[in-house]
Structures are given as C-alpha cells and as structure tokens.
C-alpha cells in the first residue's frame, strides 16, 4: 500500500526543510497505520463465523474490516446492495449469491478479477482450485471467487422415524415415500410435525432444486421462453402439497429449524449448509439423506461467490488481500467444519474429508454436489420481484388454498407479465 504523500508548507525554513525531509517518512509510515484502509464487507448471516477473520486482522493491523450487519438471505443483501449503490455507498466485498451475481454484473457493479490477479498467477495455482469456473463467470469474465457451495439435502430425526414405524437406516428415496413418511410421524402425535419443505428460500432455490432434479428449466437458454409450466413444474408443485398434506404448518424457516433441533419436526428439506448448526443444537442424532435427482437431473448451486466492488486501487489492494485469505485452503477447511457449507476452494475439503467416516453427514452433500449446476435467476429489472411472486405462490400450494393445477397456469401468467418485453 502506498504511503502518505511528502508535502512542504510556504514559508518553512531551510533548517526545517531538512529535518522535515527525515521526519515526514516515519509520520507518513505512522499515519498509514493510524488511518487503516477500512474495507466494507456485505454478507448473508452464517456464511462463515465472524471470529474467522481474526488472524487476518492481527497479520494486517494495515487493514480495517469493517463487517455490515448481516443480510438476512441473498434477496436481502442483493435490496441493501442496489439501494446502497443508488447513493454511493456499495461495499468493497460482497459475498454474493451465485444466483444474483448475474445480476450484480448488470448493474456494473463488480471489477473482472483477471486483470487485477494477473500478478498472482502463482498463488491461483498454487493455493486456489475453484469447484467450478462458472459459477462467478460471465459474458467470458470471472466476476468473483467462489467462496462456499451448498445443495438442497434432507434432514431428518431418526427417532421420530423410527417411532412413525420407519427404518433410520434405510430414509426413502423418492417424494412419495418421504411426504407418506412425515405423515406417519405427525399422526404419532404430541404436537409433531412430520416433515417441513423450506419452500422459502432466497431466489426460489428448492422449489428449482425440485424443477432441475427431474431435468427440467425455469427458462430456455435465451430467457425468453419460460419452461418451468410443463410436467416438472407440475411434478414440484405436487411435491409441496404432499407436505402441506402431511402436516407441515407454514411457519419461517428459523422456526423450523428450532423444531427440528428439539425434536419436534421429523424431516427437514433445506440448504446443507446449515448441517453444523442443526448438529451443535439437537439433542440427537441428526442424519441426512439426498434430494431426489433423476438420472438427467441436476441441483441448483447454493452459496456465494466474493466479488470486488471498490473501484479505488488501494482499496482493491486491501480488498483481494482478504479475499485470497478467505479464499485459502486453510480458511475453507475450517468454514467447512464450522458450517457445512461446502468450500468454493476444492483443496479446502481435501483434508477434513479424509478424515471422514463413511456415516458422516456432511458426505451427503459432498456426493450431491457432482450434480450441481447453475442457480437460476429470472431476467430483467424484475428478478426480485418474481421471486416473490413465486414464493406467494408455493404459500398457497403448501397451506392447500391452491392445488397445483390452479397454481402452475398462475405462476406462468404472473412471472410471464414480470419478465422483460
């Protein structure tokens, strides 16, 4: 980083000129250390534990992180990053979602990353495998680093399961069986709650999963034709009202998570990447099972990518300091312990997957995510607004005020009056 720049002042003597002239170098270096570079840093709560960043803000006193308060999921942080923009106050890091970094990229917010890591080639071959090239990369540019990857998985409480006349050791593999079991678990009583889909998601991620798991697409490669009114849209929907018939009450995803983890809620469909907290918080032991993918299907990637936004130099010097440092095999291994979340570094997971025995739930996911593929984001000024729209939609299907049938030629109509003309 550079230093302050020298300056002398009309008027000052030749005695103090050259006095000045060995000072002004060590007030510059004072001054530097003083007046941090502060890097703001926008990202979703529980991407990674906040005490993470601790060494690197030992190893450069140089640099101030400065962590905003964490977005909720990423349709909130993608609201706060364009109103932010709007006023001149945009983040010089985002940890941005991979479904709205297209989006992100519209706006032109974020830098390319390949000029301004043209001199790192060493360190990208050397420390950073990406899991895949593609999620931050477009228009033929890498707008960001993947930073953590997820899929959709099932959690579920073997106890209960075994209880509902089930066997823990053999889940069911297809919806059917699934929504049949968290039937059985509800009418076991005792205020139980069989199974819970997270239809909720940011970006409409599981009900996509549910859609690209059979083969199918919300939209055709061009955007301009929508694709998700067919058989598999049908098929998704019809999987949302199993649960809804089998007992799920419509409550906020962090409500169903408390009920699983005290026993209450018997199957969990949500993101993997909250494996660990499930894990610290019930007081059994929680197992997992894979989301149901035809042999043509394929999984939306969840998680985020670090995209640079600051446009100053030395900001963006500070910037990507932190950004290889999160980005590191070593930084990655332990937000993979910490959290489930699948590192966006593939040497990240190397060394705690060797270690790993054949029960461990996080291989679930692991073995998941060889299915993985892009996570869908509608065109247009309003792909915020779509994503509601659709969520509205899944509400009704899942509380049975609207059957599938009613609801697929809906949604179609709805998002066909959002996308871009």
Request: glycine fraction near 8%; hydrophobic fraction near 40%; charged fraction near 20%.
């Amino acid at each position: 980083m550079s230093l302050l720049p020298y300056f002398i002042q009309p008027g000052v003597n030749e005695m103090s000129y050259r006095a000045l002239r060995f000072l002004l170098p060590l007030l510059a270096l004072t001054a530097t250390t003083a007046e941090a570079a502060s890097i703001n840093i926008l990202y979703v709560k529980g991407s990674f534990p906040e005490q993470i960043i601790e060494p690197f803000e030992k190893a450069h006193p140089d640099i101030n992180l400065v962590l905003q308060s964490p977005a909720t999921d990423y349709d909130d942080l993608t609201k706060r990053l364009l109103q932010d923009s709007i006023v001149g106050r945009a983040p010089d890091i985002i940890f941005q979602g991979y479904n709205r970094s297209r989006l992100t990229v519209q706006r032109g917010l974020p830098i390319p990353l390949e000029p301004v890591l043209a001199g790192d080639t060493d360190w990208i071959q050397q420390n950073y495998k990406p899991t895949s090239n593609d999620l931050c990369r477009h228009d033929g540019k890498s707008y960001g680093l993947p930073f953590v990857v997820s899929v959709p998985i099932i959690y579920y409480n073997p106890d209960l399961v075994k209880a509902a006349g089930g066997d823990p050791d053999h889940f069911p593999d297809t919806w059917e069986k699934i929504a049949e079991l968290a039937g059985k678990i509800t009418a076991t009583g005792n205020n139980r709650i069989g199974g819970f889909f997270d239809y909720t998601s940011a970006g409409n991620w599981t009900f996509m999963a549910l859609v690209n798991a059979q083969g199918g697409h919300m939209m055709s490669a061009d955007d301009r034709k929508i694709e998700f009114d067919g058989a598999e849209g049908k098929r998704a929907l019809k999987v949302i009202q199993m649960f809804g018939k089998a007992g799920q009450v419509d409550m906020p995803r962090t409500q169903a998570s408390q009920g699983f983890s005290a026993g209450s809620v018997g199957i969990l469909v949500t993101s993997s990447g909250f494996l660990k907290n499930l894990m610290k918080q019930a007081n059994f032991q929680v197992r997992t099972a894979p989301f149901p993918v035809s042999e043509n299907g394929r999984l939306p990637a969840g998680g985020n990518c670090m995209m640079l936004l600051s446009k100053d130099p030395e900001r963006q010097e500070a910037a990507l300091a932190f950004m290889k440092y999160m980005a590191s095999p070593q930084v990655q291994a332990e937000v993979f312990e910490a959290t489930g979340y699948l590192p966006g570094n593939r040497l990240g997971a190397a060394g705690p997957l060797k270690e790993a025995k054949p029960d461990d739930p996080r291989l679930v996911s692991v073995n998941a995510s060889a299915r993985a593929a892009e996570w869908y984001s509608f065109p247009g000024e309003n792909a915020l607004r779509i994503t509601e729209v659709i969520k509205s939609i899944l509400q009704d299907v899942v509380t049975q005020r609207l059957p599938p049938e009613e609801a697929l030629p809906k949604m179609q109509r709805d998002v066909q009056n959002l996308l871009p003309r």
